[in-house]
């Protein structure tokens, strides 16, 4: 076999993509930041030491930049504003209806047809919206038949992640791994190039899913319908016409028959005064206080107090709020990747944004969250639920946004008169994609411009359906994925993992390749291992004198295993959050479902490609 010396350059492209792939895994912090840092870090190297690169063709520091022009990002870009179009119109409230019938009679089959819908549905939509919008209804369904949310939430959101394999729009992770093959020089695939495998491998996965993996897990008490209700860290404010103000410590907690619980009693910016029950409470006197929402809103009222979410703001002074009869509480879950996650209220400006007051905030599996000078400074994380008090207006449009998950089905789903309006350009851009009338990247964004002419969707609506997380990603694995072609370092990484694999045949080694994309993605972001994988896979085959194809498939299949972990897929942390999952759940129903796609797959891609 050939022999490799790596250059300096290779050898910092190999280092960074290995320092890249720790910095995805850390949660504290944001996957943004690891992305700037990995291609700021990229770009300078090679502006300060040129690279002449193979055969004399030097690499620019420009090309690390075309990540942002690539067009498989202007199509996921594309199709994460379509998607919210369709959120907005209410174009998918038909199907949640149909789904949400029949539960009582045959829950069963029931739960067979929402598997196979919320698959079908993710093979063109992004799957996040989909989970979103299936969450509230199906645990209004297991609170009516009296079943676990446990049997039911897991299973519906592994079957989006089977169903998005199987069309080359269905995930990010496809549509990266398809653009950038085209690139190195394979035939670009089409919609449906891959979707025969995925039916077969994916109907074991469903069957799985349905009848074994809601008897793997014990049953857990979902969140939302916890007969021991989240406990909540809120202060309240003591104003001038508060009972409080001027009563002893003792008189207080009397007034609510001692049932208040105050952990703290903070007067100024930094000082706290002691417990004593003599102590005088005084105007500006913020209480801390740990309890269910219904008795803080009770103690609120009792003592005359404001639910205080430290920015200066009470509830009472927010411009934007209506009369306390007209407003509604809400549970909102942070989710990873959303706006709030690593990042305090204060900073996102969450009361002007969405125009709800944050009354208190529940910390998973701890009932004491240290606020500091209120939750508005509270740097939240994926998992946090916040109280949040407003119209349901505002509740509505939080939940419609699909970045934190509302816990409270009761909100109806939109349906608009330009519901069948999206649904028809939906339709143009998967048609023409799929005919091979129009590249999907054309059809993609003729479909934003449409719904922006239908008034389906408007400018606003398109600055929060992308993702800064998932365009950084993109641009920093794209980066990373040129610097180890033009280097030499992909080839390097391909000739080790077939020296490793030599003794093995071909479809073994293919096998072995999909298993470390799949064991990858669930630690790191699907997108980073696909496009990492992919130069590689297709070193690997040339290396081996195999067709090309099957490994760029197994890289596309194995990366979008994100099955084992809360982590592994942004959905899964939705699922996580409202179904009361420990992660060892993930780990006991993911793992099995892992290795069976694995093993079709293995199965599958030789047999296709006759290696």
Request: charged residues 15%; glycine residues 8%.
């Amino acid at each position: 076999m050939q022999s490799f010396v790596l250059d300096p350059h290779a050898i910092f492209a190999l280092a960074l993509t290995l320092v890249a792939l720790i910095l995805f895994t850390r949660d504290r912090i944001p996957l943004e930041t690891s992305c700037l840092i990995v291609l700021v870090t990229l770009v300078m190297v090679f502006q300060v030491f040129p690279y002449e690169g193979v055969n004399g063709v030097p690499i620019r520091v420009t090309d690390f930049f075309s990540g942002f022009g690539h067009e498989a990002l202007v199509t996921i870009a594309s199709l994460m504003i379509i998607g919210r179009g369709m959120e907005t119109t209410g174009a998918l409230r038909p199907v949640a209806i149909l789904m949400s019938k029949g539960w009582k009679e045959r829950p069963v089959f029931s739960l067979l047809a929402t598997l196979i819908v919320a698959a079908a549905l993710s093979a063109f939509l992004n799957n996040t919206p989909i989970v979103v919008m299936l969450l509230p209804i199906l645990v209004s369904v297991a609170m009516r038949t009296n079943t676990a949310p446990s049997e039911i939430l897991m299973p519906m959101g592994l079957a989006t992640l089977i169903g998005g394999m199987a069309t080359t729009i269905g995930t990010s992770t496809n549509l990266l791994v398809v653009g950038i093959a085209a690139d190195l020089g394979l035939e670009r695939m089409g919609m449906f190039h891959f979707t025969f495998p995925v039916l077969i491998a994916g109907s074991i996965g469903i069957v799985f899913l349905w009848l074994v993996a809601p008897r793997l897990m014990p049953e857990r008490r979902a969140p939302m319908i916890d007969t021991s209700p989240r406990i909540f860290n809120a202060l309240l404010y003591v104003g001038e016409d508060s009972f409080a103000n001027g009563k002893s410590l003792s008189e207080v907690l009397a007034r609510t028959e001692n049932r208040m619980a105050i952990s703290r009693i903070q007067r100024g910016e930094s000082l706290f005064i002691a417990k004593l029950p003599s102590v005088t409470i005084q105007t500006g006197d913020r209480l801390y206080v740990n309890d269910t929402p219904d008795n803080l809103k009770e103690f609120e009222q009792l003592l005359g107090a404001k639910l205080y979410q430290g920015s200066g703001e009470e509830v009472g002074d927010d411009k934007d709020s209506l009369k306390a009869a007209e407003q509604q509480l809400a549970e909102v879950v942070v989710t990873r990747g959303s706006l709030l996650h690593h990042r305090t209220l204060r900073s996102t400006r969450f009361t002007t944004r969405f125009r709800l007051v944050p009354l208190a905030i529940h910390r998973a599996r701890s009932h004491i969250v240290d606020t500091g000078k209120g939750i508005a400074e509270t740097r939240l994380r994926a998992g946090d639920v916040l109280l949040v008090q407003g119209s349901p207006e505002q509740i509505n449009n939080l939940k419609r946004g699909g970045q934190m998950l509302v816990l409270d089905g009761t909100t109806d789903l939109p349906h608009t008169k330009r519901a069948n309006t999206a649904l028809g350009i939906m339709g143009f851009v998967v048609v023409s994609a799929a005919t091979s009338l129009l590249p999907i990247s054309v059809s993609a964004i003729s479909g934003v411009a449409l719904m922006l002419l239908t008034r389906c969707i408007d400018w606003r609506n398109i600055a929060g359906a992308l993702s800064a997380p998932v365009i950084l990603i993109i641009v920093a694995s794209l980066g990373l994925g040129t610097a180890l072609m033009r280097t030499g370092g992909a080839d390097f990484l391909a000739h080790l993992f077939v020296v490793l694999t030599s003794a093995l045949p071909t479809p073994f080694i293919l096998s072995g390749l999909m298993l470390l994309m799949a064991i990858l993605t669930n630690v790191v972001s699907n997108n980073a291992a696909a496009v990492i994988g992919t130069p590689i896979a297709i070193s690997v085959a040339q290396e081996l004198g195999a067709p090309t194809e099957p490994f760029v498939l197994a890289v596309l299949f194995g990366a979008n295993m994100s099955f084992a972990t809360p982590m592994g897929y942004q959905t899964n942390l939705l699922v996580f959050s409202a179904g009361g999952y420990k992660f060892s759940d993930f780990i006991r129903v993911g793992i099995p479902l892992t290795i069976i796609m694995w093993l079709a797959f293995s199965f599958l891609l030789p047999m296709l490609y006759t290696l």
